[in-house]
């Protein structure tokens, strides 16, 4: 599990400034760059949920990665712009899982048998059940099948079902 410290780690490196703060309880994080100072709020709501808040900052922490400009949604955009919004949201959380959740750790983790069920993987990565569900996704975007090992493969294309079968040898 990529430790909490390590995200921390990234935002004192880089000099992205972190706050708590009272935002409306849609909003969870909001990352904003005035081409000078990075920022990210974290609402405060979710403090003493170390899951939610490691899920939340990672994905904020990835439009720092991935995202150039102002992509503050707006009330009345036309829907060019609103499918760009989407598009970052999406490259900033695909950095998050993959950070929070690496897929060769991952499949290591099933392998293994260290966590037998989806809420156990969640909680073995010490992410949000959702967060997790959207790493398979990417991933399932990648690949449908991904090897386990010789005897077993991770199939994801019946998302949110997913199911791990044995092969057939021989065949």
């Known amino acids: 599990m990529v430790q909490t410290e390590k995200l921390e780690m990234i935002l004192e490196k880089c000099g992205v400034i972190m706050e708590l703060a009272p935002l ?11 081409g000078e100072y990075y920022i990210i709020l ?4 979710i403090r003493g949920d170390e899951r939610l808040y490691r899920s939340v900052l990672a994905e904020e922490i990835g439009h ?19 499918l760009e919004v ?19 750790m991952l499949l290591d983790v ?23 569900m959207k790493k398979l996704e990417f991933m399932a975007r990648q690949k449908q099948v991904w090897e ?9 294309h019946r998302l ?11 065949f």
């Not at 409306?24 to 005035?34: A, E, K, R, V």
């Not at 974290?42 to 709501?45: D, L, T």
């Not at 150039?68 to 060019?80: A, L, S």
């Open 42 to 45: 974290i609402n405060e709501s």
């Open 148 to 156: 386990i090992n010789r005897a077993r493969a991770l199939c994801l």
């Open 64 to 82: 720092y990665r991935t995202t150039i400009g102002d992509i503050t949604p707006r009330m009345y955009m036309c829907y060019r712009d609103r």
């Open 86 to 104: 989407d598009r970052h949201e999406l490259k900033a959380l695909k950095w998050a899982t993959d950070f929070l959740v690496p897929t060769d």
């Open 160 to 170: 949110p079902s997913v199911i791990i079968y044995e092969k057939m040898g021989g």
């Open 24 to 34: 409306p309880p849609s909003i969870l994080g909001y990352y904003y760059c005035d």
């Open 110 to 132: 099933i392998r293994k048998g260290i966590a037998p069920t989806l809420a156990d993987l969640a909680g073995y990565f010490q992410v949000i059940d959702q967060f997790l």
